[in-house]
């Protein structure tokens, strides 16, 4: 098309201003003809490239360095993805763990007729020692980084490339968090670790090995599954 609209007549400028002097094509020999479009496609090329590459208008390339910015840009995308890619999988893999122990800490058990209270993980710490006080002011602030900060985290930046993603156009460094699910149903994942805090973590708050403790983890995972069923989001 881009040939046709120079043989049709006078031609513009990428700005969409007619040129002072018009070029008429259809006075020129084939020999002008063909020599005046490869230039102009040139001329075109040259004006995309500058675009993707992020130059000026008035900033001129070589062929060389274009090539080796375009190679540079390519390289860093793909650094950027194998390194986004492998920390999703590191935070996937200590998530539950971490969680579990952030949680365990708040758990205390009482002995004795004079109601001392140890930790659960460590019967030699006691929650009432000085020690204890003050690491609950550490596992606090871990407790809204981790458990809670990294699911809202996951949230806002889905959310920012949510239209991208439901185009099937998502970032690529973030497949890891959407790949495996419909395009409306790209915050599944953050589902289901809002599901492993809610049973790794806060059933440890309820007594251990009761009963009722069992009944909210069963109503628990059956939501979950009757959430699966549906939507079926993969």
Not at 48 to 56: E, H, I, R, S, V
Not at 105 to 130: K, L, P, V
């Amino acid at each position: 098309q881009h040939k046709q609209n120079r043989r049709d007549g006078p031609l513009k400028s990428r700005s969409g201003v007619e040129n002072q002097q018009a070029v008429n094509v259809n006075d020129m020999s084939e020999e002008e003809r063909a020599e005046y479009l490869e230039n102009e496609e040139k001329k075109l090329a040259k004006s995309m490239g500058a675009t993707f590459l992020g130059l000026d208008d008035d900033e001129e390339m070589s062929d060389h360095e274009a090539r080796a910015r375009y190679e540079r840009m390519e390289k860093k995308a793909a650094l950027k993805q194998v390194a986004v890619s492998r920390s999703l999988f590191v935070v996937f893999l200590a998530y539950p763990g971490i969680t579990n122990k952030l949680f365990g800490f708040f758990m205390c058990y009482q002995t004795g007729i004079y109601e001392q209270q140890y930790m659960f993980e460590d019967f030699a710490e006691s929650c009432h020692s000085e020690s204890y006080s003050r690491h609950v002011y550490i596992c606090s602030a871990l407790m809204l980084m981790i458990p809670l900060g990294i699911p809202l985290s996951m949230v806002r930046l889905l959310r920012k490339h949510a239209d991208a993603i439901m185009k099937h156009e998502g970032p690529h460094e973030y497949e890891a968090l959407y790949i495996d699910y419909k395009p409306d149903c790209y915050l599944w994942e953050v589902y289901l670790m809002a599901q492993k805090v809610a049973l790794i973590g806060m059933l440890t708050f309820i007594d251990r090995g009761s009963i009722l403790q069992s009944v909210i983890g069963l109503f628990i995972s059956t939501c979950v599954l009757s959430c699966l069923l549906e939507y079926q989001p993969y």
